[in-house]
């Protein structure tokens, strides 16, 4: 190739870096620019517009999954259809990944994300929470002729994760010599285990012990890998009325013992532990 | 904000591997696409009833359905059958399987391109089947499809990014992981795009040199057009 055309094609290689570092140099969504660009709060805009967009995992059973109709249901779906239901508007649940619940916040994609969000310092840099609805832990999903009863017996094993949740961190910290892999979605990486590709999948045991019962082959251990995590609804940040409106229907929902009712009905036991432990 | 830059600056040794990764994987699967697709074309014209159904069926197949699907039956479906592949060679293997199919084509268009009158020529010269193919047929052949199948090269480092669904962690799948992990979603992404920006034009670089080596007159490559329906023409009328 001509040098002339060489040199054209380096300079617009640099000026394509160059133009997606500026990018990389904006801000997405600082709390100040966020209040500031939004004229009215989240609450504001869903009852102006008179739909509640929630983002959920649907690939999450029982939390959420598309049921026999092709329609999104689970313990996440009919808590998002009861604050529909209190704020007087329409619900659309929009299906989103671990990985990309923080993404749709951020671009107002959805007004609030439910999923099992676990709590932690690092996302509330960049999102909001509300107070707990669920508590969970985590477990390992198996095969039962692996003979794995805990997460002593995995090094030199290979452990399925979900990219964007909080397991893959917690296996790294772990500090044991155990292979990594992670994928697009839970069921994914399950499908892993019971094909042998892994050898055994870290998630919440809420979703495991549901799984569990869906395949004799697989089988939770009986531990608890982490301490509990509080799982919350995750708003945009900068966004204190919104936050408080939410508050108020979860503590509401609690107090008349609605939310334990629905865990029973998709989970089959009471829930495990307090939502509000007071240390 | 530059705090941001230097938290995945800490990540660079992870980029490099997955950089490496991915040069791995798509130059393995495209040996195996060459190989595949030259037998499949050959096998397309043979005059044995067996192995002409054998070839076509292979490309229809492969030709007429997803290649995500293609490599999830051959990651996860597989080991129901007892095989049980990990996500570097299963992925080696679904990319070339389907990048052969392709190429099977483009290679049956290059071989026909050969004119008929050398075959005739090199019959009467005495000279075997085997013998006017390697010798005659081949060498032309490669140099009418050569850009293509560069083309195709370039088409199967792009498509090693489907095989973050498999969780190997090549660049796509390295940068999703990284991302979820720092949450800095456009650095990440900016920096795996400049990375195959990189490595495409690297490839094709090098391939450019390679074509102007191996080839008597060395093969000069106009700048390198969209892969596809078109290209094969373009090879047939070279």
């Keep these: 190739m001509k040098l002339a055309q060489r040199s054209a094609k380096a300079a617009l290689l640099f000026a394509v870096a160059g133009l997606l570092a500026m990018t990389g140099c904006t801000k997405v969504a600082t709390p100040e620019q966020g209040a500031a660009a939004a004229s009215a709060s989240t609450l504001q805009a869903v009852l102006q517009r008179g739909t509640l967009r929630v983002g959920d995992c649907l690939t999450f059973a029982p939390f959420g999954f598309y049921d026999k109709n092709g329609q999104p249901d689970g313990y996440d779906v009919d808590l998002a259809k009861e604050l529909a239901k209190q704020m007087g508007v329409k619900l659309e649940v929009v299906n989103t990944t671990s990985a990309n619940r923080i993404p749709n916040l951020q671009t107002s994609k959805v007004d609030v994300v439910f999923c099992n969000f676990t709590r932690n310092l690092e996302r509330a840099k960049v999102i909001e929470f509300t107070t707990p609805y669920v508590v969970a832990s985590e477990a390992l999903l198996v095969k039962k002729s692996s003979g794995i009863q805990s997460i002593k017996d995995m090094n030199n094993r290979t452990i399925a994760t979900v990219k964007g949740s909080t397991n893959g961190d917690e296996v790294r910290a772990l500090n044991m010599a155990v292979k990594i892999q992670e994928y697009d979605s839970s069921q994914a990486a399950i499908l892993a285990v019971k094909q042998g590709q892994a050898d055994a999948m870290i998630e919440d045991n809420n979703f495991l012990a549901y799984q569990a019962t869906l395949d004799p082959e697989l089988t939770v251990t009986n531990e608890a890998l982490v301490p509990l995590e509080y799982n919350a609804f995750g708003v945009k940040a900068g966004d204190q009325e919104w936050l408080n409106y939410l508050n108020l229907f979860l503590f509401n929902i609690n107090a008349s013992k609605l939310n334990a009712q629905l865990y029973k009905k998709w989970f089959g036991v009471d829930p495990h532990y307090a939502l509000n432990p007071q240390f | ?238």
């Design chain 2, 1 to 238: 904000m530059s705090y941001q830059w230097l938290t995945l600056w800490g990540y660079v040794p992870e980029f490099l591997t997955a950089g490496w990764l991915t040069l791995q994987v798509t130059v393995l699967s495209f040996v195996l696409s060459v190989f595949l697709g030259l037998v499949a074309a050959v096998a397309g014209s043979s005059s044995v009833a067996v192995f002409r159904i054998i070839a076509r069926g292979y490309v229809e197949i492969i030709r007429n359905t997803p290649v995500l699907l293609q490599i999830f039956i051959v990651f996860f479906g597989l080991p129901s059958a007892g095989i049980s592949l990990n996500a570097y060679w299963a992925g080696v293997i679904a990319l070339g399987l389907n990048v052969g199919a392709y190429l099977s084509e483009v290679f049956r268009a290059g071989i026909q391109s050969v004119p008929r009158g050398q075959l005739e020529a090199a019959g009467i010269l005495g000279l075997e089947r085997g013998q006017i193919f390697t010798s005659i047929v081949l060498p032309q052949a490669a140099r009418a499809v050569y850009p293509t199948i560069i083309n195709y090269l370039i088409q199967l480092l792009l498509g090693t990014s489907l095989l973050s669904a498999i969780a190997l962690p090549e660049l796509t799948g390295t940068a999703t992981v990284i991302n979820s992990r720092t949450l800095l979603y456009i650095q990440t992404f900016a920096v795996v795009l400049v990375a195959y920006l990189v490595l495409s034009n690297v490839l094709s670089w090098l391939a450019g040199r390679l074509g102007a080596r191996i080839f008597h007159p060395p093969l000069v490559m106009r700048p390198r057009a969209r892969p596809g329906v078109f290209s094969i023409r373009r090879a047939n009328r070279a």
